[in-house]
């Protein structure tokens, strides 16, 4: 199947932070990123803070342009951030932030906002307009009456349910979802997370889902990629991820995931933070902080390489190299 988004050798370079005796050195946020997002499949993205899931996010859509690399959407190359056809594409590559009040805006009702794409995109007016509204308000599970309503009279899950609907009215066929449910309380982020998988079943949009919050990934995500200081490391499904991570990363991040009914046994306990992306170790940049390194991994960088059917690894001890695949 043709993939809808198509991204090849993704770098993202910031100047770093500049000190009385020192120039800035370049942080590289994204660092040489691969990846493929088919439609209607959901792709989760997951690692600690800093590790540039955030960034990549934008990249896939052009918001934030590569400094090296490209992208292509259903094998078009991604325009220019803000020119004509990049507006035109932006109707079907819709994001969804964490923040629901921060998207919205205070002084517009419900219904205006999120008729706006509509009228931005020449979609809809008037009366159809109205109808188009009160429809995906429904289909978010917000009431016709609740349109003359601001942002701020409605609850943090309404708020999402909101953004959600806007973003669907322009019939995207990619969400990016940047930790869509992390600003919400734990009892309304499942029902969030319910209503993004139903309405992906339904629409059949592809969907990018940023977090931090592996139980919500496992629960969503057809195929997840997992990143540490602005690289792949590890590749595969969701079953695959949850079931038998492969790199020493993924092992920690998935031995912390809680599983009702069960103790939290072989918890992995990560060494210390992730480095300052400014100040990347040599060799594999995990290095400081796995417990299985090996001399090499000081000094030699690991390629994600396959290590087994639809699945990729980044370390020196993976499967292929001990025999392992399955
Ligand atoms: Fe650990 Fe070495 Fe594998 Fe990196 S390459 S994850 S340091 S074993």
């Known amino acids: 199947m043709t993939a809808l988004i198509n991204a090849k050798g993704l770098v993202r370079c910031y100047e770093g932070q500049k000190s009385l005796f020192k120039r800035a050195t370049p942080v ?64 079907q590559m819709q994001l969804i932030y964490q923040d629901p009040l921060a998207a919205l805006d205070r002084r517009l009702t419900i219904a205006d906002q999120i008729g706006e794409p509509l009228e931005i995109h020449g979609l809809a007016k008037g009366a159809e307009l109205k109808e188009r509204v009160a429809d995906l308000m429904v289909q978010v599970g917000l009431r016709r009456d609740q349109g003359d309503r601001y942002p701020h009279e409605l609850s943090g899950g309404q708020r999402q349910r909101v953004v959600i609907a806007r973003a669907l009215a322009t019939s995207p066929r990619l969400l990016v979802c940047d930790e869509p449910v992390s600003a919400l309380d734990v009892s309304i982020q499942a029902q969030v997370v319910n209503l993004l ?14 977090s931090h919050d592996l139980k919500v990934v496992r629960n969503i995500c057809d195929r997840v990629a997992v990143m540490y200081l602005g690289r792949i490391v590890e590749e595969a499904s969701s079953d695959q991820i949850f079931a038998s991570p492969q790199h020493p990363y993924s092992q920690a991040l998935v031995s912390s995931v809680p599983v009702p009914g069960k103790a939290l046994e072989g918890r992995i306990l990560l060494k210390g933070e992730p480095p300052n992306p400014a100040l990347r170790p040599t060799g594999c940049a995990f290095h400081p902080r796995c417990g299985s390194a090996v001399a090499a991994c000081a000094s030699a960088v690991p390629l994600l390489e396959p290590v087994a059917a639809g699945r990729s690894s980044a370390c020196h001890l993976s499967s292929v190299s001990k025999g392992l695949a399955a």
Not at 57 to 83: A, K, N
Not at 197 to 209: E, K, N, P, T, Y
């Open 28 to 91: 590289r946020a994204v660092d040489g990123v691969d990846l493929t997002v088919a439609p209607g499949e959901t792709l989760g993205i997951v690692g600690e803070s800093g590790s540039g899931k955030s960034t990549l996010g934008r990249m896939l859509l052009g918001i934030d342009p590569p400094t090296e690399g490209h992208v292509t959407f259903d094998s078009q190359p991604m325009p220019p951030l803000q020119s004509p056809s990049w507006r035109t594409l932006r109707a």
């Open 197 to 210: 998988r139903d309405l992906q079943d339904s629409h059949g949009i592809a969907m990018v889902f940023i």
